[in-house]
């Protein structure tokens, strides 16, 4: 198989040698009546020879140079740089053929990202103009009646603009928690990490709980693991704002008479973090798009509850602006854990 320039000036220097040779041996055998194989075998190496060399110095100059043209366009574009250094002792042709199918791949690749981006655009837009519906017409609905006579009503008067209001405020909830967002993904909220003690932090916010966990029946833990104090190194106020949503979260969807409980893990320079209830967990293939904006797995309860749908999100940025992790387990019936961890506090 011809694959090189060199390969292909052999198969067209032996043909055309091959050709050279016939006509030169009917030649002699019509003008002197017999063959001369030493002017065949030095018409044959001649031809060859010569025809090898032309074909291959054509094929350097008009298709070699234009691939390494090529070649370097393809690495450039890779690296996003300008010329480099390229051994050229390598086989051009069969590097190129390799350059161009990696560089396919990879540009299929981003088309199948810009894809799936795109079906998170039309999504989330999809999303936001639902979530923002719901109040919209609510508020409408009451300002309609309102207008329509009701405001002289003083039996439905107050109460018709206090469920505006709250749906009002809802609607101010959700665009507070998407500005939160873009500026956390924009870097334009500074995160002033300084050393804290997390037992404290999770002490004082489970206090605030305490009302509407006895609501509830739900039991407020804090296990410590023996440890004195749980010193890191973070933002207090943004991450009192994750163990705040996730703690909330766990009272929104525990069980009456259970448990929410917050855990500490000491490892070597950072400590693990568990908020874990017993409430009614959340089936396995809901988890890999629990932290995604406004996805919720059961919609009409959080809606209820007052939820957003996005404070999981939110808690997944702060903990990435953080430069840590968050991931979750569940099991449903038995429970969801929501564990991240955070740097442990740097010495001074």
């Not at 060199?6 to 050709?19: G, M, N």
């Not at 032309?54 to 390494?68: G, M, Y």
């Not at 161009?100 to 655009?121: C, G, N, P, Y």
Request: glycine residues 6%; contains cysteine.
């Amino acid at each position: 198989m011809v694959n090189t320039p060199r390969q292909f000036a052999i198969f067209v220097s032996f043909i055309v040698a091959v050709v050279a040779t016939l006509i030169t041996s009917l030649g002699t055998w019509f003008i002197f009546g017999a063959f001369s194989f030493l002017l065949v075998a030095l018409t044959f190496i001649l031809t060859g020879t010569i025809s090898y060399f032309i074909v291959f110095f054509l094929l350097e100059r008009l298709i070699t140079n234009k691939i390494r043209v090529l070649y370097r366009t393809i690495h450039s574009f890779k690296i996003s740089k300008g010329d480099f250094p390229i051994n050229m002792d390598d086989d051009v042709l069969e590097k190129t053929e390799k350059e161009v199918f990696s560089w396919v791949k990879t540009k299929r690749e981003e088309i199948d990202k810009l894809k799936e981006q795109e079906a998170f655009r039309r999504e989330f837009i999809g999303n936001l103009a639902h979530e923002l519906r719901t109040p919209i017409f609510s508020i409408q609905g009451y300002i309609l009646t309102l207008l329509e006579g009701g405001l002289e009503d003083e039996s439905i008067n107050v109460k018709f603009l206090e469920r505006a209001s709250k749906g009002v405020d809802r609607m101010t909830n959700i665009l507070e928690d998407l500005d939160t967002i873009t500026k956390i993904e924009s870097e334009r909220v500074k995160i002033n990490k300084k050393n804290i003690d997390m037992k404290d932090l999770a002490e004082e916010i489970l206090e605030s709980f305490e009302i509407k966990a006895k609501e509830k029946k739900i039991k407020l833990k804090l296990d410590s693991n023996d440890l004195d104090t749980v010193m890191v190194f973070c933002d207090r106020d943004k991450i009192g704002q994750v163990l705040t949503n996730l703690i909330n979260n766990a009272l929104n969807y525990g069980n009456e008479g259970g448990y929410v409980k917050v855990r500490f893990f000491d490892f070597e320079d950072h400590y693990l973090i568990e908020v874990a209830d017993n409430g009614i967990g959340i089936e396995e293939n809901h988890l890999p798009r629990l932290f995604e904006r406004f996805y919720r797995v059961d919609k009409s309860r959080s809606r209820h509850d007052g939820g957003t749908g996005l404070g999981l999100a939110i808690v997944k940025h702060i903990i990435e602006a953080h430069g840590q992790m968050i991931s979750v387990r569940s099991t449903p019936g038995e429970g969801s854990t929501f564990s991240f961890t955070l740097q442990k506090a740097i010495r001074e």
